[in-house]
């Protein structure tokens, strides 16, 4: 039972355009949402969080949207620079803490120069 | 500051066999996590441990066990391996329970 799924396993994006990945999450008990880069042979490493009780999260380049009635979110990066490319992995809990983080199976952006 | 540093970085057993991956914590982190990540999925929780007990556990048989050390480092042991043991772990460690996890960078087990 995949509560959190990435439907794009990949996706590739023009230098300086915009990437949007997106994630879908199926139960409703979800309050904190997070956004992890993964490199190869490294480990994730955090991007960006938003809680359930806002509906946007800006950090830098990096923008999150959440739409609760569609248990939907979405990472923007603005503009797409080389260094981003990598697999994205949105996480989600319960609680407002990190405990039991429940992962989909990633986005690979390619940014093509 | 050092980040999450795990050992060893790769490791092949024998099915049944039992194994102990280790976790040094950041610096200041008292929780840490411990996560499976097969090929091609996403890590999966196996358990977390904050201040030496037990914060929560995931969906892994009892073989799966931990600990926490009062320095805060961290193992893994898993008992009697099978082939479905092979992927990716990764130790994640945290300062508090609502702060987001620091990764380090995996072990990789091999069961054959």
């Known amino acids: 039972d995949q509560q959190v799924k990435q439907n794009s396993p990949s996706l590739s994006v023009q230098e300086g355009r915009i990437s949007i990945l997106n994630c879908d999450y199926t139960n409703s008990m979800f309050d904190y949402f997070l956004w992890y880069k993964k490199y190869p042979a490294e480990g994730p490493t955090f991007l960006i969080s938003i809680s359930s009780i806002k509906d946007k999260n800006e950090d830098g380049r990096f923008t999150v949207f959440l739409n609760k009635s569609a248990k939907h979110l979405s990472l923007h990066i603005v503009p797409s620079q080389p260094g981003d490319s990598a697999v994205y992995f949105c996480?989600?809990?319960?609680?407002?803490?990190?405990?039991?983080?429940?992962f989909g199976t990633g986005t690979r952006l390619t940014i093509i120069p | 500051e050092t980040g999450v540093t795990q050992s060893p970085t790769h490791l092949i057993k024998t099915r049944g066999q039992q194994v102990t991956l280790r976790c040094s914590s950041q610096s200041g982190h008292n929780t840490v996590s411990w996560y499976q990540q097969a090929l091609g999925q996403g890590p999966q929780f196996i358990f977390q441990y904050y201040r030496e007990e037990e914060n929560g556990r995931g969906n892994f048989p009892p073989r799966f066990s931990g600990l926490q050390f009062p320095n805060y480092s961290s193992e893994l042991n898993v008992n009697a391996l099978e082939l479905d043991d092979s992927a990716l772990y990764l130790c994640?460690?945290?300062?508090?329970?609502?702060?987001?996890?620091?990764f380090g960078n995996g072990t990789r087990l091999t069961v054959t």
């Open positions: 994640a460690s945290s300062r508090f329970l609502n702060s987001p996890l620091h």
């Open positions: 996480a989600a809990s319960m609680n407002f803490g990190n405990e039991k983080l429940t």
